[in-house]
């Protein structure tokens, strides 16, 4: 589910840099820090790379995860990469951090400089993922790791069903892939790594199912993180002929219906973990 500003991604960034996108992105990673980077620790001292920080919303738990390493984060926005600064200095003053902004498939790094490397919600904007894998291979160090976290549009089920709302999140995916991204990558980690030359993949789904009994999900995750999200490309779905305000609107109001009483949302996230050999 896309959440950064990639660095190298495809023709336009899908969800744009507007201030309620940087707000969808935090409300995202907080809502989901548990889930999400459970079981990412690196070691104090360890040379870190985050490709595609982003406003840093990742970023701030990654540190928290994982705290005395030596992260350099990268993004090819330029003022993403100043929100993100903003962000770990105020909510981890103490890291040892170093800005990099830049494309990840040019960094100017030499090989192996890196014992890890974390992405999150990267590849699914870049035109071609496994040359960016390829160009992160290079600067990690061999027995290093790479985490790759990606979501996938078509696992989102929600109840009540609705064929206006389920038309409404593929204007999103088609969007996504005009853009030269794919919203469906998540299913694809295994052949990616593999064909990138890594070894020991390992790829798990981390599944957000949220309902009445769970109202925190509801809000932080299917309102202020997937409706959000869709709702943010109504002027682009219309400017590109995929659909009318009408029929549009129509989608939103009924894919809201999951976070009312007596509805459900599910959504499955991909996290891969990897080894340089």
């Known amino acids: 589910m896309a959440d950064t500003a990639a660095p190298g991604h495809g023709r336009d960034y899908v969800h744009g840099y507007s201030v309620a996108e940087a707000r969808r992105l935090g409300d995202q990673a907080d809502t989901l820090a548990e889930l999400l980077h459970a079981g990412t620790g690196y070691p104090p001292g360890s040379r870190v790379l985050e490709a595609g920080c982003g406003v840093g919303a990742q970023t701030v738990h990654l540190l928290a995860a994982s705290p005395g390493i030596r992260l350099t984060a990268a993004d090819l926005s330029a003022e993403s990469l100043a929100q993100a600064r903003a962000r770990v200095a105020a909510q981890a003053p103490a890291a040892q951090v170093g800005w990099h902004h830049g494309d990840l498939h040019r960094l100017p790094f030499p090989d192996g400089s890196f014992d890890h490397v974390f992405l999150c919600f990267v590849l699914e904007h870049l035109p071609d993922p496994a040359a960016g894998l390829a160009a992160l291979r290079r600067v990690l160090r061999p027995g290093g790791t790479i985490t790759v976290i990606e979501g996938d549009h078509g696992s989102a089920f929600f109840h009540p069903e609705s064929p206006a709302a389920r038309r409404t999140v593929d204007h999103l995916v088609r ?103």
């Open 175 to 277: 969007l996504q892939a005009g853009a030269g991204g794919d919203g469906l990558l998540g299913r694809r980690l295994h052949p990616l790594l593999t064909a990138a030359g890594f070894a020991e993949v390992a790829v798990r789904p981390r599944t957000v199912y949220a309902d009445g009994s769970r109202p925190a999900l509801v809000e932080g995750f299917t309102l202020r993180t997937f409706v959000a999200m869709v709702e943010a490309v109504r002027t682009d779905a219309l400017a590109a002929g995929l659909t009318t305000p009408e029929d549009f609107d129509r989608g939103v109001a009924e894919l809201r219906r999951a976070a009312e009483p007596g509805g459900t949302f599910h959504y499955a996230f991909f996290k891969a973990v990897a080894v340089r050999p």
